[in-house]
Nanobody, 124 residues
């Protein structure tokens, strides 16, 4: 059974940083492309960042480019999202996702497994 468990969310002030973690079990992260998505109240779930199975390719939404960094630690079977210079508009539930495809994907319908989400709240 595949499980993705996110952690690291919380309440911070604008300009602060957070690092989200996604621990995987039942699959090895280096066999999948991984992604982070977020969903704010009343909005659709949107793409944030993705990393290819090899880790050699990453892709970011324009809204987070230059502020967020996705990475993976294959030894720990964990994917991270480093979030710097946080803004109030980054407030959302953040979800980790895994796809059996190897390339970076921005379409949430192409991801096969999802975590339960972790809340990030940025106050102004």
């Amino acid at each position: 059974q595949v499980q993705l468990v996110e952690s690291g969310g919380g309440l911070v002030q604008a300009g602060d940083s957070l690092r989200l973690s996604c621990a995987a079990s039942g699959l090895t992260v280096n066999s999948c492309a991984m992604g982070w998505f977020r969903q704010a109240p009343g909005k659709e779930r949107e793409f944030v960042a993705a990393i290819s199975w090899s880790g050699g390719t990453t892709y970011y939404a324009d809204s987070v480019k230059g502020r967020f960094t996705i990475s993976r630690d294959n030894a720990k079977n964990t994917v991270f999202l480093q979030m710097n210079s946080l803004k109030p508009e980054d407030t959302a539930v953040y979800y980790c996702a895994a796809t059996l495809y190897h390339t970076v994907l921005t379409d949430r319908s192409q991801y096969h497994y999802w975590g339960q989400g972790t809340q990030v709240t940025v106050s102004s």
